[in-house]
């Protein structure tokens, strides 16, 4: 049985899902739509020689200026035709521009992008968008796709978003959604539940998760809640260890925290957290059973020396809010048998970045790994 999510917090290869998954929404015209407004049609008048009439005319009015308070972007100026053709687009990097290009206008493009909801060719990339923006204008877009009708299943992208919310209503509502699963139709939906949770790295929700596992008969969700529990017990053995404690607080920092379990060879886990965590650096798209026990105290130090883990974790891009105290990052992580990619949004804090949510992308098996290569996937 592949997992969802192993120590790394990431799925395994193989998981099923029930429900059909939408292609990735990513590039930069988005922009193209908004700055047409910034323009008056009658901008040219201003180059004619003054007329020789008694009654002078009035000047036409300047062109608004980018960036200064009166310029607004107004619901319904987003091309619906225009966007869904970058949307349809094969060229999976310029969509991802396109995701890119929208995160950096921040706050002011959500009017916008809560009336693109509203078409079901651009909903799903609408939904994605407002919740890596977040703030409360956004969120409140997010929470009525929890009511939403149609059968897109974009409930997945309000799940996602609460994960920076540490609050007892983000954490019921999250636990609510995972102990419904027996009666979702699609996974996708309880497996974005289980992430937000995973990545808060909370020891407190380690009970309440084994309780939802218990309940469920879903063998796929149960072995997600199991390795979530692995995964927030390793990564908080780590930050309360002296090494995590001198851990900075950048963006590099931030994202390789999340996959420590994978980059920290057992015996090193075991040193930082006390023990080593059961599969502690298995490749996420492995099918291994899981590993068992801290190896003798005897040998920890010379393997913790010698052994290096066999993943890299490359931050490829970095995009910041217009306040920059938020950013989005591209993220590719790469083991053996599988190189995946992530959208990593985090938060500055207290002059510190802090993850507060996580996006599965595409995932692409290694030729001679041992199961064929597979396509995108979209973020759950």
Known sequence: MSNLIDTTGRPAAGGSTRGKRAPWAITAAL??????????????????????????????????VAGTESEEILPGDLGSELLYGILSSSNEEAQFELLRATFAAGPAIVPQLTAALKDDRTAEY??????????????????????????LNLRRFTYGALAEFDSPQATDLLF???????????????????????????????????????????????????NAREVIQARAKYLASPEGKKAGGSIETAVRTYFIPALEPPSAAGVAGGTAPASAGKPPASTASKGAGTPPAAATASAAAKT?????????????????????????FEDPSAIAFYDFVLQKRYGSWTLVSVWLGPEVEKAGSGTPETGPESPR
């Open 126 to 151: 609408a939904a994605q968008a407002l919740a890596y923006i977040g703030g409360e204008k956004a969120l409140n877009a997010l929470w009525g796709l929890l009511s939403d009708p149609r059968d």
């Open 176 to 226: 609510e959604a995972i102990d419904n699963s027996d009666a979702e139709p699609d996974r996708t939906v309880t497996e974005s539940a289980v992430i937000a949770l995973t990545a808060r790295s909370d020891t407190s929700l380690l009970p309440r998760l084994l309780s939802s596992e218990k309940k469920l008969e879903d063998v796929v969700i149960r072995d997600d809640l199991d």
């Open 31 to 64: 922009t193209l739509g908004a700055s047409l407004c910034l323009f008056s049609p009658g901008r040219g008048l201003a180059q004619q020689p003054p007329t020789t009439s008694q009654k002078e005319q009035a000047p036409p009015p300047s062109p608004a």
């Open 308 to 332: 290096r883990p066999l993943v890299s974790v490359d931050v490829r891009s970095v995009t910041l809010s217009p306040d920059q105290d938020r950013a989005l990052a591209r993220v590719v």
